[in-house]
């Protein structure tokens, strides 16, 4: 019998015997405006860079949308295609553009600090959203989550589920990438506290499912045990999971991810994806939104904003369907 099948088995052998009844699929990358036309007099505007527009993150520029609507804004939002001298570019054309305020989300967290001086240079308020560079200036507000905390809150319920035990491959975002960096040392940090459990692989899938998908069929065909995945998202996690079901194996491997995306909750519905952590997207687009707009005031914004995750299971997704 499977590690995850006798776990299964006993949790409802104890149920009955008690009666006791926890930055993805890439879109094509599109341009948005918070506002249609040319501004009104006295509208801010504020220049938006993504990455990419995924499933993910396109939740993102739907809530920075929004804010900026709702606060008389008028927001201008492009992709960068995973470009980091593109998405300098970007900056530096929003720049010139003389726009209000200017919301990031970094292409390379490691490779951020040109777009920051350019806009410090510029006088232009500054605001990196969702994905923390290292040593930002104190003038320059981080609005996101902590990303220790998602890698941390997904593997300790993924080792419940495991009983404690068994041999831990993690699935990792974009190494360069800072949420990738603490995700995976959350998952890690959790593996040591569990002397039955290991990591015995870890490779990156650089966020996407296909990738997931490919390598979780290379470290299928390896032989080796694997009790759990824990991947830094969601779509990593569901390229896992289609692997692991054409291999057979669903009942015996525990899948976790990050995001709890509507795909994600689908899979977790059919009882497919076991863990997910749920990160508010269009809370982070509409805090940089208001990050943003007091910094065009002058006002002061804390460093740090932080959107707190929330762990995401069975017990508990229909809380978090549509949002």
């Known amino acids: 019998m499977s590690l995850r099948s006798g776990l299964k088995l006993a949790a409802v052998a104890l149920a009955a015997s008690t009666l006791f009844a926890a930055c993805s699929s890439a879109a094509p990358a599109t341009s948005t405006s918070g506002t249609a036309s040319a501004p009104a007099a006295g509208m801010k505007k504020i220049g938006v860079t993504f990455p990419i527009l995924d ?16 606060k008389g804004a008028e927001v201008n939002i492009v992709a960068a295609d995973e470009q980091t001298d593109k998405q300098l570019g970007q900056v530096e054309n929003f720049i010139s553009q003389k726009v209000d305020a200017i919301i990031v989300i970094a292409v390379d967290t490691d490779a951020a600090g040109p777009m920051t001086q350019a806009a410090e240079t510029a006088g232009i308020p500054l605001v990196y959203v969702n994905r923390r560079p290292a040593d930002l200036p104190a003038t320059v507000p981080y609005v996101g989550s902590d990303s220790l905390v998602s890698g941390t809150l997904e593997m300790t319920e993924l080792a419940k589920l495991a009983g404690g035990k068994g041999n831990v491959v993690i699935l990792q975002g974009d190494p360069a990438n800072e949420a990738a960096q603490l995700r995976t040392k959350g998952c890690k940090d959790v593996v040591a506290a569990n002397p039955g459990m290991k990591v015995i692989k870890e490779q ?60 994600a909750l689908a899979s977790m519905k059919a009882g497919e994806l076991e863990v997910t952590v749920f990160q508010d997207a269009k809370g982070q687009g509409a805090g940089g939104v208001d990050a943003a707009l007091k910094l065009a005031a002058k006002e002061t914004v804390p460093a740090y904003v932080d959107v707190p995750y929330v762990l995401v299971t069975k017990d508990n997704l229909a809380e978090f369907e549509g949002k």
Do not use: H, P, Y
């Not at 299928?220 to 054409?246: F, R």
């Open 55 to 70: 499933q993910f993150l396109q939740k993102v520029a739907d809530g920075i949308t929004a804010e900026a609507k709702a």
């Open 204 to 263: 990156a899938g650089n966020w996407k499912r296909t990738e997931g998908l490919d390598i979780m069929e290379n470290w299928l065909q390896s032989g080796d045990q694997i009790d759990v995945v824990c991947a830094n998202n969601d779509e990593m996690a569901l390229g896992a999971i289609e692997a692991i079901k054409k291999a057979g194996k669903l009942d015996s491997i525990f899948v976790g991810g990050v995001d709890a995306t509507a795909d």
